[in-house]
Structure formats: structure tokens, C-alpha cells
């Protein structure tokens, strides 16, 4: 089988069985396309012939093209995932990228709302018709810390408004449950109340009755910010990030965040803890009389 072949057997494999979503599929073709021009280019017929040498050299000359140090990690792990796989299915007899390291990424900290920031935002009453629905999915993003893609998929009978709580279908089609806060809850039971409430029916709904499109949400978590004055750009993921920062400011359980954000791997979640540091480390430096800084 050839190189290509076994690149599209693969991805059509994780679309199929391992349910990957098409975004993920996608970047690991666009990735993998790389790497297949690049052998081609070398006039490499087999992924059997690629070694740790030429693998280095097939990554240095990636990172002179301009790709950066993050796209050149993520590039990495697209061509281990392929590795292992033929591995596994007994196609490839070595790891070609044993020893392979790429270059260092230094992790840039999210942003993230304060208290009043966030308060302002999800407080700010949108003009029309739309006031409801987007009040409604400013307080579930910040009461809860949902994906994007798990509040565009929320059916009413996801939601236990009585209980406060809500089940989503996250990444790797895991599902968890998370508790929503009492002003989400009041701000969903409004909407319930003006849009009648089907179990099986989307709760942010879109054109036609249809979930609300990912990027809808996007355009009026912007909107809103400008008219609110607020100078950070908001989005979705901002969102995210405020309730976990604020949950661990408050908490100091790494492992709650971790469960209620649904990171398979608590390293995900570290980044929050550099977050909260930075927050105690401006406090400090206003506070403590040896530490002002003149």
C-alpha cells in the first residue's frame, strides 16, 4: 500500500470507528499532507525507508519555512499518531521518529475575565428577541466552563434544571455531568418559558429551529462585549478559561476544575494553577512592604 493509501485507510478509521471529529481529522490530514509532499519531494516511497535522521532534517526544514514552534509540535505528534498505528497493524517494523524532539513551546497564558468583567458581560441585556437566548448562553458558559461545540449541541433533555445540572457530550464522545449556577438556571428556565420546551429539541436554537451555528455564537459574544465597552476580545473559549480560572482561585482543587472542564489529562488543567500565581503574585507585589516595586 502506498504512502497516501495508508494516510487516507487511517483517517478514514478514525472518523469511522474512533468517532474523531472532523475537525481533528482534518488537522491531521492537512499535517500529514506535509509530510507526504516532503517524501515525495525526497523521492521516499515507504514510510518504512523514513528514519530519525531524514525525520529531522524533514522537520528542520519545515521550521525554516516559516512554521512555528507550536505548529511544528502538533505536526510531530500528527506523524507519531501515524507511526504508532501502522506499528500496531504490523506495516512499519521502527519508530521514525525515535529520539526526534521538536523545538520548545513556550505556553502562552490564556486571558481571562476578572469577576466584574465577566458580571458585566453576561449581565448586559442584548437588544430584541435575542435577549433571552443570549443571556441565557453567556451565564451557561460562565456557570458551567462548556465547549463551544457542547453548547451548540445541548438538548433540553440534557438539562435537570431542578437538580442544577446539565450532561454534555465533550470530546472523545465522553459525556460528564456539570452543575449550573442558580443565574444560569433562572436565565434557562426564562428561555424555556418563552420558547416552550421540547426534551428533544436543540435549546439555542439557530434558523429553522436548527442548533445554533458555532460561529452565531461567536459573532454575538463580540457584538455584546462592544457594546458593553469591554477592551479584551471575548469569545466562547474566554469564557472557559474565566470559569476555570475563577473556580481554582476559589477552590485550589486542581482535580474538581480538571472533572468539571472534562480534560482527560490534568497537565491540560495546570495551566490555570500559572493563573491564579499571577493573580496572587499582583496582590503580593501591591500588598507586602518589601515587595513594591517603586
Known amino acids: 500500500m502506498k504512502p497516501q493509501e495508508q494516510v487516507d485507510?487511517?483517517?478514514?478509521r478514525l472518523g469511522n470507528e474512533r468517532k474523531a471529529s472532523i475537525h481533528t481529522v482534518d488537522g491531521y490530514r492537512r499535517d500529514l499532507s506535509k509530510l507526504l509532499r516532503w517524501m515525495d519531494a525526497q523521492g521516499i516511497d515507504s514510510?518504512?525507508?523514513?528514519?530519525?535522521?531524514?525525520?529531522?532534517?524533514?522537520?528542520?526544514?519545515?521550521?525554516?519555512?516559516g512554521l512555528s514552534p507550536k505548529s511544528l509540535q502538533r505536526l510531530l505528534s500528527s506523524c507519531r499518531s501515524l507511526f504508532r498505528h501502522l506499528t500496531r497493524e504490523g506495516s512499519l517494523g521502527h519508530d521514525p521518529l525515535a529520539g526526534v524532539r521538536g523545538p520548545k513551546v513556550h505556553r502562552k497564558l490564556p486571558e481571562v475575565l476578572d469577576v466584574d468583567e465577566a458580571t458585566l458581560l453576561v449581565e448586559a441585556q442584548a437588544e430584541g428577541a435575542l435577549n433571552l437566548r443570549d443571556r441565557a448562553m453567556m451565564e451557561l458558559f460562565y456557570s458551567s466552563g462548556l465547549r463551544l461545540s457542547e453548547l451548540t449541541g445541548l438538548r433540553w433533555i440534557d438539562l435537570d434544571l431542578q437538580a442544577g445540572e446539565v450532561r454534555v457530550l465533550g470530546k472523545g464522545s465522553k459525556t460528564r455531568i456539570v452543575p449550573v449556577g442558580r443565574h444560569a438556571v433562572t436565565a434557562l428556565r426564562a428561555l424555556g418559558e418563552?420558547?416552550?420546551?421540547?426534551?428533544?429539541?436543540?435549546?439555542?436554537?439557530?434558523?429553522g429551529g436548527e442548533p445554533i451555528n458555532p460561529r452565531t455564537v461567536q459573532l454575538r459574544l463580540k457584538q455584546i462585549?462592544?457594546?458593553?465597552?469591554?477592551?479584551?476580545?471575548?469569545?466562547?473559549?474566554?469564557?472557559?478559561?474565566?470559569?476555570?480560572?475563577?473556580?481554582?482561585e476559589s477552590s485550589g482543587d486542581?482535580?474538581?476544575?480538571?472533572?468539571?472542564?472534562?480534560?482527560?489529562?490534568?497537565?491540560?488543567?495546570?495551566?490555570?494553577?500559572?493563573?491564579?500565581?499571577?493573580h496572587l503574585a499582583k496582590v503580593y507585589d501591591a500588598a507586602h512592604p518589601r515587595a513594591k516595586r517603586k
Not at 485507510?9 to 478514514?12: K, S
Open 194 to 207: 418563552a420558547e416552550g420546551v421540547v426534551p428533544e429539541q436543540p435549546v439555542f436554537k439557530g434558523r
Open 47 to 65: 514510510f518504512d525507508r523514513l528514519e530519525p535522521n531524514r525525520m529531522r532534517g524533514f522537520v528542520a526544514g519545515e521550521h525554516r519555512g
Open 9 to 12: 485507510a487511517w483517517l478514514a
Open 254 to 278: 486542581l482535580r474538581a476544575v480538571q472533572e468539571l472542564l472534562g480534560h482527560a489529562d490534568i497537565a491540560t488543567t495546570q495551566i490555570y494553577t500559572h493563573l491564579d500565581f499571577q
Open 225 to 248: 462585549a462592544l457594546v458593553q465597552g469591554m477592551p479584551k476580545r471575548v469569545h466562547p473559549h474566554l469564557l472557559r478559561h474565566t470559569f476555570a480560572s475563577h473556580m481554582l
